[in-house]
């Protein structure tokens, strides 16, 4: 069973330019959150999808978006890129049953999160 | 913004021993979670508690939260060089729901053979 999958592992591009990451949950997972993570700093939460719409956003602005798709797979799409949008970029999915499953002690992790996109800016 | 911070930055100890690391938090919270990244990899989930809890444990975890306090400390006992990763502490809000989680920006470990 595949985990979180996230693609391409690394990605370098310039000052302006316009970024596709890709992500696809855990089997079973219909919720995707997206997070940036800056170098030697915590994640910071980009928002998340649900049912193909935006359910909740972090403080970002809207140069970053998103989709996702029926399959539940989804993509972050960054524009006009700064040299601060250097980062990892890390997804995450959950379901609705994991989470009750874990807080009943009957299930394993509710989160689970892929490798990331590291995404470097010149 | 950053929700937390953990203390201490960084950590080094040898194998066998106790590591302990700090968490502090600034809004009402449901759970407070740890995770432990290793290096440039995605974050694993350890342990979560509940705002209504003050202890837990984990095999070699122990989780304690002081919501007076705002703060909460994970305890690895026996520590292995395995467990030499980055460990991070994560809430969730009561007003923005389970999950949207707001990380600290963590304790970086080394446990050395």
């Known amino acids: 069973d595949a985990g979180v999958t996230q693609s391409p592992t690394h990605l370098i591009k310039t000052r302006g330019q316009q970024v596709t990451l890709r992500c696809s949950p855990k089997s079973g997972h219909d919720t995707v959150s997206w997070y940036q993570q800056a170098l030697g700093q915590g994640p910071q939460f980009i928002f998340q999808y649900y049912e193909e719409e935006e359910r909740q956003r972090g403080n970002f602005p809207d140069r970053f978006s998103g989709h996702q798709f029926p399959n539940y797979s989804s993509e972050l799409n960054v524009n006009a890129l700064l040299l601060g949008d250097s980062a990892l970029y890390l997804c995450?999915?959950?379901?609705?049953?994991?989470?009750?499953?874990?807080?009943?002690?009957?299930?394993?992790?509710?989160?689970?999160f892929g490798d990331g996109t590291r995404l470097s800016i010149l | 913004s950053q929700q937390g911070e953990e203390d201490p930055q960084a950590l080094s100890i040898q194998e066998g021993e106790n590591a302990t690391m700090n968490c502090s938090y600034k809004t009402s919270i449901n759970n407070l979670q740890w995770y432990r990244q290793n290096s440039g990899r995605g974050l694993v989930h350890l342990i979560l508690i509940r705002s209504n809890e003050r202890e837990k444990h984990s095999g070699r975890l122990r989780v304690t939260l002081d919501t007076s306090k705002k703060s909460s400390s994970l305890l690895i006992t026996a520590s292995r060089a395995a467990d030499t990763a980055s460990y991070f502490c994560a809430t969730d809000s009561i007003q923005g729901g389970s999950e949207k989680l707001v990380f600290g920006k963590g304790t970086k470990l080394t446990v050395n053979p």
């Open positions: 995450a999915s959950s379901s609705l049953t994991d989470w009750d499953s874990y807080l009943e002690d009957r299930g394993n992790q509710p989160q689970h």
